[in-house]
């Protein structure tokens, strides 16, 4: 599946979509990783993933809050209940896990989205290490809004070829995709693209599945995971997201999974350099709150 994107960039943006990003490494490889227990069974949310660039020691609560910025104990319980959610589902070709992204893993969702970015809008490779730059920028920015927005990220593990040798059987563990949510007004972008979604509900974007991972219902998953997500954090009933009108796999994915069209941008964007977009909507059941307080109202 092609990235369905919505990033915001303020300098580079023909297409209104949104990140930034940067990375040590110069040349693409592929994003393979290791876990430090085998997941024979649903892991544990904590579970960690070694790399040979990467460590994952930290936690949700600490690397990414604004300094000065007061959390009110109901913010800190949900910053809690966010880096415990853990999803899962088994597909017929192997396993996917989506949780939300730890600090340590910044530089290879940079590396994801900037490569989705490239291929949707069709820029030149020379151009990456600037996409890079700037979602990097925009991705350490959004993570000082939790917990009223959360960015996850998906692993798969393929089932292997079966023939029955124990751990040969199972595939190595990838990074697979990323979603973006933003569950209120606290968690919003501040330059939504248009057609303008409320400000004040659960809005989905930046969705990215790597290129040799597609079509294997990774990003069905990453959308069933925002949905369950905001349904627990949002008391909303609704999310909104972004389709361009030229992207026909994401937009059949998100007719399948009931999302309603609500207006359409005007054919003017296209003097803009921008694709024309649809903006859906989808009514979501409420689930039980991870607290008391609705996330919407801990600003009140």
């Not at 590396?111 to 925009?138: H, N, T, W």
């Amino acid at each position: 599946m092609a990235a369905t994107l919505s990033l915001s960039f303020s300098s580079i943006d023909p297409q209104n979509h949104r990140f930034t990003a940067t990375t040590t490494t110069a040349t693409k490889t592929t994003r393979r990783f290791t876990l430090s227990t085998p997941l024979h069974k649903p892991p544990n949310p904590h579970f960690k993933l070694s790399s040979s660039s990467h460590s994952q020691s930290q936690t949700l609560t600490d690397p990414f809050i604004k300094p000065g910025k007061f959390l009110t104990n109901s913010e800190i319980t949900t910053l809690q209940y966010l880096e415990s959610y853990l999803y899962s589902h088994q597909l017929k070709s192997g396993t996917v896990w989506v949780r939300v992204m730890r600090d340590s893993e910044v530089d290879a969702i940079v590396c994801l989205l900037a490569d989705s970015f490239a291929e949707s809008m069709m820029f030149p490779k020379g151009y990456i290490e600037v996409l890079r730059f700037l979602v990097k920028q925009y991705l350490i920015e959004r993570r000082t809004s939790m917990p009223h927005m959360a960015t996850l990220i998906a692993f798969y593990r393929g089932n292997g070829n079966g023939d029955g040798d124990g751990d040969d059987d199972e595939e190595e563990m990838q990074l697979a995709g990323t979603v973006e949510i933003s569950f209120d007004k606290n968690g919003a972008n501040a330059n939504l693209p248009s057609p303008t979604p409320p400000r004040d509900s659960p809005y989905i974007c930046n969705m990215a599945v790597d290129k040799s991972l597609r079509r294997r219902g990774i990003g069905w998953h990453l959308l069933k995971a925002s949905e369950e997500l905001i349904s627990q954090m949002s008391s909303s009933g609704e999310a909104y997201l972004h389709c361009r009108m030229i992207d026909e796999a994401p937009f059949t994915m998100y007719t399948k999974a009931d999302y309603k069209i609500v207006t359409t941008d005007s054919v003017l964007v296209l003097l803009m350099l921008q694709r024309r977009k649809h903006l859906m909507c989808k009514k979501l059941p409420l689930k039980s709150m991870p607290s008391e307080t609705d996330m919407s109202c801990s600003d009140e």
